[in-house]
């Protein structure tokens, strides 16, 4: 099975700054991983696909980059709407079911 | 608008059965890939279970052989059937609709409300 990792587990930002959380896969995924936001109490929400894909409704400051085993994602400029715990999966063909990242929690500075 | 909504969730003890149910609108279940993912509480995401299209079934380990997805094309409903309960099966769990690209897996571009399963004594 392909593991999925995200660091850090958990950050703390203000409102303004540029946010950056990784995701690493046990073996390639080619591009094959999505980008999740969750607030509590909710459903996940797609953000990008296919590694840097945009997801229709997105804000624009939500950005993903990435492939093989390394991959981004980068809010621009958070808002406050953006404190949330946000999640990768990978959707690479080649492994036994789709996996998750373990999260990364992003709260106020 | 496409639309899940969930149901059947509750407080079950070990061992028992419980059917989940997910009403979709806006889009044809039959005609998508449709997924079941868990939550236990305060932790992170794990799939479930899928039905293709075409009506292929695949589990997570984790359930395989006790757990069964199926739909109801008339009523354009997602199901999990869930028996021999365990502990370590209490979470919330949500229907997904997936997208399947060419050459790769699917993701979730559509997720219910969830619905939330205790299992315990």
């Known amino acids: 099975d392909i593991q999925m990792t995200q660091s850090p587990s958990t950050l703390s930002a203000s409102v303004g700054d540029r946010v950056t959380i990784t995701c690493r896969a046990s073996?390639?995924?080619?591009?094959?991983l999505a980008w999740y936001q969750q607030k509590p109490g909710k459903a996940p929400k797609l953000l990008i696909y296919k590694a840097s894909s945009l997801e229709s409704g997105v804000p624009s400051r939500f950005s993903g980059s990435g492939s093989g085993t390394e991959f981004t994602l980068t809010i621009s400029s958070l808002q406050p709407d953006d404190f949330a715990t946000y999640y990768c999966q990978q959707y690479n063909s080649y492994s036994p079911g789709i996996t998750f990242g373990p999260g990364t929690k992003v709260d106020i500075k | 608008e496409v639309q899940l909504v969930e149901s059947g969730g509750g407080l079950i003890q070990p061992g028992g059965s419980l059917r989940l149910s997910c009403a979709a609108s806006g889009f044809t279940v039959s005609s998508n890939y449709m997924s079941w993912v868990r939550q236990a509480p305060g932790k992170g995401l794990e799939w479930v279970s899928v039905?293709?299209?075409?009506?292929?079934?695949y589990y997570a380990d984790s359930v395989k052989g006790r757990f069964t997805i199926s739909r109801d094309n008339s009523k354009n409903t997602l199901y999990l059937q869930m028996n021999s309960l365990r502990a370590e099966d209490t979470a919330v769990y949500y229907c997904?609709?997936?997208?399947?690209?060419?050459?790769?897996?699917?993701?979730?571009?559509?997720w219910g409300q969830g619905t939330l399963v205790t299992v315990s004594s």
């Open positions: 073996q390639s995924i080619s591009s094959w």
């Open positions: 997904a609709r997936a997208l399947r690209p060419l050459y790769a897996d699917y993701y979730f571009d559509y």
């Open positions: 039905i293709y299209s075409g009506g292929s079934t």
